[in-house]
């Protein structure tokens, strides 16, 4: 009788799609990778209404669950529901104490509210935002797998990204971040595994490391 495979589940970064994962590769003898898509929210939806949305998608029990940036994030929250054997986020942060003082800044004052999400639904601007000003190569490459162009998603997961409210990092959390990363600098992050001349879109561009480093944390 052959092995059962271990069930891993991504959450994409924000307004990203599934393409984004495309350079993530794990043994396929022994792992199921299964991408979860984004939901829209609904009106005044609260992020532990959310993830428990996005956590009923999740089937069966010793999963790994992984997410990326915000992604990352509702990981998180959605572990509070599913209990997942290993909960491994990347490019993301483990607490609002890690998040870039502008973030925090946004977050307090409220300045999140005056980010004008119509007119970041064009894919060249709401790239900008997710990864940062890079090289226009950098931002091709990114933009072509965000797809979530919906206003409630962008308002919500923006609020929700600035104004979280987690004070303590997840028991069995493990964070793979790169030391080039520019939207979550690692002078702010504690204890995590470095991928060095990782950026923000280091799934993508760096995708046979990250992979790598998945697959360690994993099976460590």
Known sequence: MSEQKTKVYFVPGMAAGKEI???IKLPEERYEIHILEWLI??????MESYARRMAASI???DVVLSGVSFGGVVAQEMAKFVNP???IIISSVKSPS???LRLKLAGKTGAYKLMPTRLMLS?????????????KKRLNLYQTFLHVRDKRYLDWAIKNMVRWQQKEPHRKIIHIHGDKDIIFPIKNINDCVVLEGGTHIMLLDKGKQVSEKLLAAIEE
Do not use: C, H, I, Q
């Open 21 to 23: 994962f495309k350079n």
């Open 41 to 46: 929210p609904e009106k005044n939806e609260s």
């Open 59 to 61: 089937d069966g029990e």
């Open 85 to 87: 054997k290993k909960l």
């Open 98 to 100: 890690e998040l870039p």
């Open 123 to 135: 894919a060249e601007d709401l790239t900008k935002f997710s990864v940062g000003p890079r090289s």
